[in-house]
Nanobody
């Protein structure tokens, strides 16, 4: 079992920045690939960014490429999402997830709200 707790969300003006953190506990963090998803009411959860256990091969959704950066600190059991040049359409609940390759994402945090005002 892996427990995930997100933090760092909030209200920011368009063009601003936020850094989200996801603290993991329960298992060997470095064994897991990590990701950030986001969800808005009435819509499916979308993958925003993902990172391998080594920190390599980051993936980004087209909508956030060049603006968001995913990173991880294995000794601190934490994954980050640096979000720059935020837009109102980035408003969502951001949710951290973990999987042990080659499996799917089965561990989820509760999410943190990000609201971008225009």
């Amino acid at each position: 079992q892996v427990q995930l707790v997100e933090s760092g969300g909030g209200l920011v003006q368009a063009g601003g920045s936020l850094r989200l953190s996801c603290a993991a506990s329960g298992r060997t963090f470095s064994n897991y690939a990590m990701a950030w998803f986001r969800q808005t009411p009435g819509k499916e959860r979308d993958l925003v960014a993902a990172i391998a256990w080594s920190g390599g091969n980051p993936y980004y959704a087209d909508s956030v490429k060049g603006r968001f950066t995913i990173s991880r600190d294995n000794p601190k059991n934490t994954v980050y999402l640096q979000m720059n040049s935020l837009r109102p359409e980035d408003t969502a609940v951001y949710i951290c997830a973990a999987r042990q390759p080659p499996g799917t994402y089965i561990y989820w945090g509760q999410g943190t709200q990000v609201t971008v005002s225009s």
